[in-house]
Nanobody, 119 residues
Framework: QVQLVESGGGLVQPGGSLTLSCTRS????????MGWYRQAPGKQRELVAE?????TTNYGDSVKGRFTISRDAANVYLQMNSLKPEDSAAYFC???????????????WGQGTQVTVAS
């Protein structure tokens, strides 16, 4: 069973910074991407940032230049700087991966961590 556990959310003032962490447990054969998505009330879940196997990073347009994604073997991080009220949302860790003995990739999600940007 693959599990993802996020941490690091909270309340921060506009212009402030937060770092989100996601720890993965469970056996995986191959990871395609690790990343972060967010969902604000009444809105669709959107890509914030992802790292593709091999190291390429992709960012949502609204966070480019402010957020930085990084990873190590079992964790993925999101450094968020210059936060704005519109960054407020539930942030979800995502891993797209194949498990041992399975030829298909599947998406795995964490439970989410709330980020609120307000003065």
């Amino acid at each position: 069973q693959v599990q993802l556990v996020e941490s690091g959310g909270g309340l921060v003032q506009p212009g402030g910074s937060l770092t989100l962490s996601c720890t993965r447990s469970g056996s995986i054969f191959m990871i395609a991407t690790m990343g972060w998505y967010r969902q604000a009330p009444g809105k669709q879940r959107e890509l914030v940032a992802e790292i593709v196997n091999g190291g390429t990073t992709n960012y949502g347009d609204s966070v480019k230049g402010r957020f930085t994604i990084s990873r190590d073997a079992a964790n993925v991080y999101l450094q968020m700087n210059s936060l704005k009220p519109e960054d407020s949302a539930a942030y979800f860790c995502n891993v797209r991966a194949r498990r041992w003995g399975n030829s298909n990739y599947a998406d795995y999600w964490g439970q989410g961590t709330q980020v609120t940007v307000a003065s």
